[in-house]
């Protein structure tokens, strides 16, 4: 479900405890302010609960005296919120390596509003995807990457994301794996794509892989990026069945377009505020 533009978010999470409901919408209905979406979660393995609430604003709706009333009422809950106003905007960092897939299908969506965000800057290691940053009018950042000098290329990549003011790093097929350190940076705040095929299939050309193996199911996921290779929060996955009739062509044709839309829907989840982190998982609302 796509956001209304003139609803602010309300996101909260807090321990278990009667109540929790109660207290977010009770204050909501205090205040005058009209629930247009509402979902929450308990999750009783982790003992916590998560809510996420859009909602239209009152006359004369005063946001600060807002969020003072509700860090009053959530302080009994242990209760940690965010609010995000109408019309929100993060901006955003794509990295990418040569594969162009992702990229224009992200910098399509965002020109015609279906995801609301602005791509300060588009950064690589390879100069061949500028024309297409170009013709979006996004600039290009190539730096190329030195095999025994890895640390000086990231130090340039982060000095773009500090300067661009990015919330959210996205890695559209970034061929490289990221630092420790960068990726502990980046904690939360990266969302990266890559295939998921059934079993498994690692190093040069999985596809080809997949097919000599006869696969029926190729699919691709997308998570937020850690110091584990491929194994952060999941936030979205797609599949897409497939038969002895698909050569390899086939498989990679399905896989890039599986990979676009699996993308696009986790960054969309990530910026509509409905991905809570709940340890090693993800709770999407």
């Known amino acids: 479900m796509s956001r209304a533009p003139d609803t602010w978010i309300l996101t909260a999470d807090c321990p278990s405890v009667l109540g929790t409901v109660d207290a977010v919408t009770r204050f909501l209905f205090e205040q005058g302010c009209y629930v247009t979406e509402h979902h929450s979660f308990d999750d009783r393995l982790s003992g916590?609960?998560?809510?996420?609430?859009?909602?239209?604003?009152?006359?004369?709706?005063?946001?600060?005296?807002?969020?003072?009333?509700?860090?009053?009422?959530?302080?009994?809950?242990?209760?940690?919120?965010?609010?995000?106003?109408?019309?929100?905007?993060?901006?955003?960092?794509?990295?990418?390596?040569?594969?162009?897939?992702?990229?224009?299908?992200?910098?399509?969506?965002?020109?015609?509003?279906?995801?609301?965000?602005?791509?300060?800057?588009?950064?690589?290691?390879?100069?061949?995807?500028?024309?297409?940053?170009?013709?979006?009018?996004?600039?290009?950042?190539?730096?190329?990457?030195?095999?025994?000098?890895?640390?000086?290329?990231?130090?340039?990549?982060?000095?773009?994301?500090?300067?661009?003011?990015?919330?959210?790093?996205?890695?559209?097929?970034?061929?490289?794996?990221?630092?420790?350190?960068?990726?502990?940076?980046?904690?939360?705040?990266?969302?990266?794509?890559?295939?998921?095929?059934?079993?498994?299939?690692?190093?040069?050309?999985?596809?080809?892989?997949a097919y000599n193996k006869g696969v029926k199911l190729v699919g691709a996921t997308a998570h937020y990026i850690n110091n584990d290779l491929d194994e952060g929060p999941i936030i979205a996955q797609g599949v897409e069945a497939v038969d002895h009739s698909h050569y390899p062509e086939d498989l990679i044709a399905k896989g890039r377009d599986i990979e676009g839309l699996t993308l696009a829907r986790a960054v969309g989840y990530h910026i509509e505020r409905r991905v809570f982190l709940n340890a090693n998982r993800t709770v999407v609302l």
Request: aromatic fraction near 10%.
């Open 48 to 209: 916590r609960f998560f809510i996420r609430v859009e909602f239209r604003q009152p006359d004369g709706f005063d946001e600060q005296s807002f969020r003072a009333g509700l860090a009053e009422r959530g302080q009994a809950f242990g209760m940690l919120f965010e609010l995000t106003a109408p019309n929100y905007r993060p901006k955003v960092v794509i990295m990418v390596s040569k594969a162009d897939h992702c990229l224009n299908d992200l910098l399509y969506r965002q020109r015609i509003g279906q995801l609301s965000m602005d791509v300060a800057a588009v950064v690589s290691n390879h100069p061949d995807l500028k024309p297409l940053a170009d013709w979006h009018q996004i600039p290009y950042h190539h730096f190329p990457l030195d095999p025994n000098d890895k640390p000086s290329q990231e130090r340039q990549v982060w000095q773009v994301i500090e300067e661009s003011g990015a919330e959210l790093v996205i890695l559209a097929r970034y061929m490289q794996v990221l630092s420790p350190e960068l990726c502990r940076k980046l904690d939360g705040k990266a969302i990266n794509i890559h295939h998921s095929l059934l079993p498994g299939f690692k190093g040069a050309k999985p596809y080809h892989q």
